[in-house]
Structures are given as structure tokens and as C-alpha cells.
């Protein structure tokens, strides 16, 4: 059975760090890309990052980039997603999603960790 | 960037009646495009890619169609776990990726 499961989320204040994780299981981890999408309260659905199966190409949304890095282990079956300089608008949840065989979608999504900014 | 709009925002339908979700895109997307559905405090399930090939487990009474710049998600006869909030995204330009603004489907 496929599963992700992020973590690392919390509350952090505005200008600070998070790095977000997500343990990837039933699936060959290192045959698929990956993706980070977020959700603020409320809110609809935002692509944040997508990185290839060997992290040869990887690609950020205009709202995060240079602020945020996404990146992958596959040795551990890991995906990252490591948050500086943190906002009150990243406030969402994060979830981690794989990218189907045929990059047609996003086949399997995480449960979602929680992030709030706020002093 | 391209820009996805899905109509109407909200769409209240009787359970066993047929419910018809739109989107558009702002340029084509050939037939890049996924279908998503998502409930409370759940993560999105996806429904439809490729416009309008079933996911994996996906009930028959969803279908999609469409290509280019013009899409719909059809649910034939609404069960009543099938009231939520849908999403469309494109994936033919992954710069960026964009999702839809969402149209809930709640009970007449």
C-alpha cells in the first residue's frame, strides 16, 4: 500500500525555519517524481515545489522560490522541503504528493502537517 | 502563468441528481489536465487525469471531457459521499502548476 507521511510542521515565527519531511512507503520512492502542495485555511489548493525522480530538475512556485528547497533522498525514501524566512501567508498545510508514471496528476497525497507562522 | 477557473463556485444538487463542474483554462492545456476531489480535513483524492481517464478505483458515475481550454467533470447520480469540494489542475505547463479555485458540491 502506498503511503506518505509528512511531519515537521508547527508553530514557528514569522522570519523563521521549518523543514518539512515526508516518509514515502509501498512504492518504488526513487522511480517517481514528487511534489509539495499547500492549502491555507480556508483556502484552495497551491503547487509550492515538484522535484524529478533523481533531482536532476526541480522547480518552485514564484511565491517561494529562493525562500524555499525542496529535495529528496532516495536511499531513505525521503522527501524535504526545507522553509526560511517564513510568512504569515505560508501559514497552510503542506502536503507531500507523488506524481502518477506518466506525470498525469498527482496519484497519491499525504495526510497534510500543519504550518502557522505567527509571533 | 496559465490560469484555471472552474464554475459555478458552489453547486447545490439533490443526492441522485446529476451534477456538471466546469473549468477553464486561460490557454490550452491540450488535454493535460486532472480532476480532484477533496472533504473535510482530508487530504485531495484525484478523480480524472488526462481529462478523462478514470484514477485507479474511481466510480464510473464520474467522467470527464474536454481538451484545449475548455473541461468538465460530470457526476452522473450524486451519492451522498460524493458532496464536497473539487478541484481541476493542469499539468501541461509545469511553470507553474496551477489548480482550479475549487467548486463545492453540497446538498440541495
Known amino acids: 500500500e502506498v503511503q506518505l507521511v509528512e511531519s515537521g510542521g508547527g508553530l514557528v515565527k514569522p522570519g523563521g525555519s521549518l523543514r518539512l519531511s515526508c516518509a514515502a512507503s509501498g512504492f518504488t520512492f526513487s522511480n517517481y517524481n514528487m511534489n509539495w502542495v499547500r492549502q491555507a485555511p480556508g483556502k484552495g489548493l497551491e503547487w509550492v515545489s515538484s522535484?524529478?525522480?533523481?533531482?536532476?530538475?526541480?522547480k518552485y512556485a514564484d511565491s517561494v522560490k529562493g525562500l524555499f528547497t525542496i529535495s529528496r533522498d532516495n536511499a531513505k525514501d525521503s522527501l524535504y522541503l526545507q522553509m526560511n524566512s517564513l510568512r504569515a501567508e505560508d501559514t497552510a498545510v503542506y502536503y507531500c504528493?507523488?506524481?502518477?508514471?506518466?506525470?498525469?496528476?498527482?496519484?497519491?497525497w499525504g495526510q497534510g502537517t500543519l504550518v502557522t507562522v505567527s509571533s | 502563468e496559465i490560469v484555471m477557473t472552474q464554475s459555478p463556485a458552489t453547486l447545490s444538487v439533490s443526492p441522485g441528481e446529476r451534477a456538471t463542474l466546469s473549468c477553464r483554462a486561460s490557454?490550452?492545456?491540450?488535454?493535460?489536465l486532472a480532476w480532484y476531489q477533496q472533504k473535510p480535513g482530508q487530504a485531495p483524492r484525484l478523480l480524472i487525469f488526462?481529462?478523462?481517464t478514470r484514477a485507479t478505483g474511481i466510480p464510473a458515475r464520474f467522467s470527464g471531457s474536454g481538451s484545449g481550454t475548455e473541461f468538465t467533470l460530470t457526476i452522473s447520480s450524486l451519492q451522498s459521499e460524493d458532496f464536497a469540494v473539487y478541484y481541476c489542475?493542469?499539468?501541461?505547463?509545469?511553470?507553474?502548476?496551477?489548480f482550479g479555485g475549487g467548486t463545492k458540491v453540497e446538498i440541495k
Open positions: 522535484i524529478s525522480s533523481s533531482s536532476s530538475y526541480i
Open positions: 488526462d481529462a478523462s
Open positions: 490557454q490550452s492545456v491540450r488535454s493535460n
Open positions: 504528493a507523488r506524481a502518477s508514471g506518466g506525470n498525469s496528476g498527482f496519484d497519491y
Open positions: 489542475q493542469q499539468y501541461n505547463n509545469w511553470s507553474p502548476l496551477t
